[in-house]
C-alpha cells in the first residue's frame, strides 16, 4: 500500500491532497512526477521513524529523478538517515554526493562538519590528540563554508570557530 493512503491524521492527509494536487498541475513528465512520489513517500516514512521505507523510496526517487538539484536533495537525507544510524561513512559519501550535484547546500556542509567534531571528540578521548585536532580542522573547514553560505545559521558553529581560533572573520552576519 503506498505511504499516501497510510497517512491516518488530519495534517497528513492536507498534505497529501495539496501535493497531488500541485503534482497534477506541475507541467513536468511523467518521470519527474513518480520520482517526486518516491520523494515525498520517502520524507513521510522518514519522518515517522521508517528508515528502511524511507530509503528504499528514496532509491527509488533516485533511479527516476533526472534533475540534479532535486537528486541533491534525495541524497542528502538517504545521508541524514545513516548518520542518524550511526554510519557515518555511508553519510559523509552521500553528502558529498549532494554537494557535487548542489554545492549550495549548507545544510550538507554542516552535518560533514558535526561528523568530523564527533570523530575528532573520538579521538581525542581515545588519546590521539594529534588526530582529533586535524579532524577538528576539517570540520573548521567545512563550518567556514557552511556559515559564509548561511550566515544567520549555526551561531553554535560560529561561537565554537570563535572560541577555538579556527574563525578568520570576526563577525559572519
Given at each position: ?14 498534505f497529501t491532497v495539496m501535493a497531488d494536487l500541485i503534482l497534477k498541475l506541475l507541467p ?75 554545492p549550495r547546500l549548507p545544510q550538507a556542509l554542516n552535518n560533514i562538519a558535526v561528523i568530523y567534531h564527533f570523530k575528532g571528540e573520538k579521538a ?50
Amino acid at each position: 500500500m503506498p505511504r499516501t493512503q497510510k497517512n491516518d491524521n488530519f495534517i497528513d492527509k492536507s498534505f497529501t491532497v495539496m501535493a497531488d494536487l500541485i503534482l497534477k498541475l506541475l507541467p513536468a513528465n511523467k518521470r519527474a512526477k513518480e520520482a517526486f512520489v518516491y520523494y515525498r513517500d520517502g520524507m513521510s516514512a522518514q519522518a515517522d521513524g521508517e528508515y528502511a521505507e524511507a530509503l528504499e523510496n528514496y532509491e527509488e526517487a533516485l533511479e527516476l529523478e533526472e534533475d540534479s538539484f532535486d537528486k541533491s536533495y534525495i541524497l542528502y537525507n538517504m545521508g541524514l538517515i545513516y548518520a542518524s544510524n550511526g554510519d557515518h561513512e555511508k553519510a559523509l559519501e552521500l553528502y558529498h554526493q549532494a554537494l557535487e550535484l548542489n554545492p549550495r547546500l549548507p545544510q550538507a556542509l554542516n552535518n560533514i562538519a558535526v561528523i568530523y567534531h564527533f570523530k575528532g571528540e573520538k579521538a581525542k578521548e581515545a588519546g590521539d590528540n594529534d588526530g582529533g585536532e586535524a579532524l577538528f580542522d576539517r570540520a573548521a573547514d567545512y563550518w567556514v563554508r557552511a556559515v559564509r553560505m548561511a550566515p544567520n545559521n549555526y551561531i553554535e558553529a560560529q561561537n565554537w570557530l570563535k572560541t577555538t581560533g579556527r574563525s578568520q572573520i570576526d563577525v559572519y552576519f
